[in-house]
T-cell receptor, first 114, second 117 residues
Framework: AQSVTQLGSHVSVSEGALVLLRCNYS??????LFWYVQYPNQGLQLLLK??????LVKGINGFEAEFKKSETSFHLTKPSAHMSDAAEYFC????????????FGTGTQLKVEL | GAVVSQHPSWVICKSGTSVKIECRSL??????MFWYRQFPKQSLMLMAT?????????EQGVEKDKFLINHASLTLSTLTVTSAHPEDSSFYIC?????????????FGPGTRLTVL
């Protein structure tokens, strides 16, 4: 079975500071990993995905994530936070042969302060 | 990008009534649609997967007779909560994918907030 754990339901950073949102996965087969962002009253938007190509994945809005098999992690980072980054972020896992099903983490609410 | 809409965005109903939620892909044909449920402060839980023209596949623990899913066309899927009860109150989110199988991106709707009194 596949699962995702997001450490920290709330993360607060200052504008211009590094953003680090943590995601660890558990999978019995090689996983595909995703980060989604959800703004209030909007649907989830794909930030980036790892599908067994390059381990460092760059996404939209300056975000990137690195797949580390040894640590079973896929943490999301952004060098400099912007006020517009405030949102809920979800890590999700899928797998080959899984029929495109996604298993989500519990989400991390990112707050950006002046 | 691909747009998925949901209607209504929120609904309040009395216990025992049925509620229908629509999910539409506005600018692409959705071979597969997914329905999720999200409780406050919790993750999205997949309820069922539907492919156009065939019966939905429900996840373990989801009552198919209570949550009726119809994927009648390549742009529309509906979720009907039958004989709704307060414990069915939740945020329901759909997603649509243009292809079958792995790696086809899911595009998410904005969700529907259901409150059962």
């Amino acid at each position: 079975a596949q699962s995702v754990t997001q450490l920290g339901s709330h993360v607060s950073v200052s504008e211009g500071a590094l953003v680090l949102l943590r995601c660890n996965y558990s999978s019995s087969v090689p996983p595909y990993l995703f980060w989604y962002v959800q703004y209030p009253n909007q649907g989830l938007q794909l930030l980036l995905k790892y599908t067994s190509a390059a381990t460092l994945v760059k996404g939209i809005n300056g975000f990137e994530a690195e797949f580390k098999k040894s640590e079973t992690s896929f943490h999301l980072t952004k060098p400099s936070a912007h006020m517009s980054d405030a949102a809920e972020y979800f890590c999700a896992v899928s797998w080959k042969g899984g029929g495109n099903k996604l298993t989500f983490g519990t989400g991390t609410q990112l707050k950006v302060e002046l | 990008g691909a747009v998925v809409s949901q209607h209504p965005s929120w609904v309040i109903c009395k216990s025992g009534t049925s509620v229908k939620i629509e999910c539409r892909s506005l600018d692409f044909q959705a071979t597969t649609m997914f329905w999720y449920r999200q409780f406050p402060k919790q993750s999205l839980m997949l309820m069922a997967t539907s492919n156009e023209g065939s019966k939905a596949t429900y996840e373990q623990g989801v009552e198919k007779d209570k949550f009726l899913i119809n994927h009648a066309s390549l742009t529309l899927s509906t979720l009907t909560v039958t004989s709704a009860h307060p414990e069915d109150s939740s945020f329901y989110i759909c997603s649509a994918s243009p292809g079958l199988g792995d790696f086809n991106e899911q595009f998410f709707g904005p969700g529907t907030r259901l409150t059962v009194l």
